[in-house]
């Protein structure tokens, strides 16, 4: 069983940055991949970035140039950089990881963007 725990989220100003951390349980070398998504009220959990065990990345075009995934292989953790942050993306941040064949999630982690 894979356990992750989120943090970093909270209240920020448009342009302003933030940075989210996902602490594994287990070994990260031992995930095919991983990545963050979100979920806006009212909306479908859509992705945000993903990273493989290779160091491929992956960005949704919306946040192309704004956000950078990165792994920390030794603290286990899998980090989601957000710069220039606007309003539309204010939503439940959620990191999540493909071990073996199996999904597993964190329990999210609420980004608000003023402007």
């Known amino acids: 069983q894979v356990q992750l725990v989120e943090s970093g989220g909270g209240l920020v100003q448009a342009g302003g940055s933030l940075r989210l951390s996902c602490s594994a349980s287990?070994?990260?070398?031992?995930?095919?991949?991983m990545g963050w998504f979100r979920q806006a009220p009212g909306k479908q959990r859509e992705v945000v970035a993903t990273?493989?065990?290779?160091?491929?990345?992956n960005y949704a075009d919306s946040v192309k140039g704004r956000f950078t995934i990165s792994t920390d292989n030794a603290k286990n953790t899998v980090y989601l950089q957000m710069t220039s942050l606007k309003p539309e993306d204010t939503a439940v941040y959620y990191c999540?990881?493909?071990?073996?064949?199996?999904?597993?999630w964190g329990q999210g982690t609420q980004v608000t963007v003023s402007s």
């Open positions: 990273i493989t065990s290779g160091s491929r990345t």
């Open positions: 999540a990881v493909v071990h073996v064949i199996n999904w597993y």
């Open positions: 287990g070994s990260i070398f031992s995930f095919t991949n």
